[in-house]
């Protein structure tokens, strides 16, 4: 079962223009991850922000997390060609039992930069 | 360092035939994770080992499934025999322990026919 959804699913965008990503899930969490992944490739981990973050950067990468709304959104700035990818948020529960670093991933954000 | 390593990466076999796949995770990583990624939707977990042990395999359909990571260190997913609707990329991932960041193999690429 997923319990994140991703809105837009599709994105196109033009290099240079910043794309905005979002997420949206159902219960309490430690944390949200996002992944790219490139097409027929596995997933790379891109930022981790935690239940007590609001906002987290990585170099071209920003992102928030609301936890009263349970969403989450991620924003790539100067956007390159070689950012074309599907863009996955994750969610991991409370450590603890078997749930622990549990990752329950949405269906995934499939951006496309166009040079 | 040596990223997870994944064999084969492709497979293409007739129902009801048995396949295997394997996984090489990080070096030092206990975490061991297989994923099931169908077309257009994100992995699902099937089973997540802490070394030997299978802390959670409530996802992997036991009836044709079956794991095992032998030595804490490379495991090898089954299935037998395979369904039509077992057509998908099996994932595996690594991490330590006490890590949350997970870092995924190139998948293993299954069509059943």
């Known amino acids: 079962s997923q319990q994140g959804e991703e809105d837009p699913q599709a994105l196109s965008i033009q290099e240079g223009e910043n794309a905005t990503m979002n997420c949206s899930y159902k219960?309490?969490?430690?944390?949200l991850q996002w992944y790219r992944q490139n097409s027929g490739r596995g997933l790379v981990h891109l930022i981790l922000?935690?239940?007590?973050?609001r906002e987290k950067h990585s170099g071209r990468l920003r992102v928030t997390l609301d936890t009263s709304k349970k969403s989450s959104s991620l924003l790539i700035t100067a956007s390159r060609a070689a950012d074309t990818a599907s863009y996955f948020c994750?969610?991991?529960?409370?450590?603890?039992?078997?749930?622990?670093?549990?990752?329950?991933f949405g269906q995934g954000t499939e951006l496309s930069v166009k040079p | 360092e040596a990223g997870v390593v994944q064999s084969p990466r492709y497979k293409i076999i007739e129902k009801k035939q048995p396949v295997a796949f394997w996984c090489n995770p990080i070096?030092?990583?206990?975490?061991l994770y297989w994923y099931l990624q169908n077309l257009g939707q994100g992995p699902e977990l099937l089973i997540r080992?802490?070394?030997?042990?299978?802390?959670?395999d409530s996802q992997l359909p036991k009836d044709r499934f079956s794991a095992e990571r032998l030595k804490g260190v490379d495991s090898t997913l089954k299935i037998q025999p395979a369904e039509l609707g077992d057509s998908a990329v099996y994932l595996c991932?690594?991490?330590?322990?006490?890590?949350?960041?997970?870092?995924f193999g190139p998948g293993t690429r299954l069509l059943v026919l």
């Open positions: 922000i935690r239940s007590n973050e």
């Open positions: 991932a690594s991490s330590l322990w006490y890590q949350e960041t997970q870092y």
């Open positions: 219960t309490s969490i430690n944390n």
């Open positions: 080992y802490e070394n030997e042990e299978a802390v959670d």
């Open positions: 070096s030092g990583h206990n975490t």
């Open positions: 994750a969610t991991v529960g409370g450590f603890g039992g078997n749930q622990g670093g549990k990752l329950i």
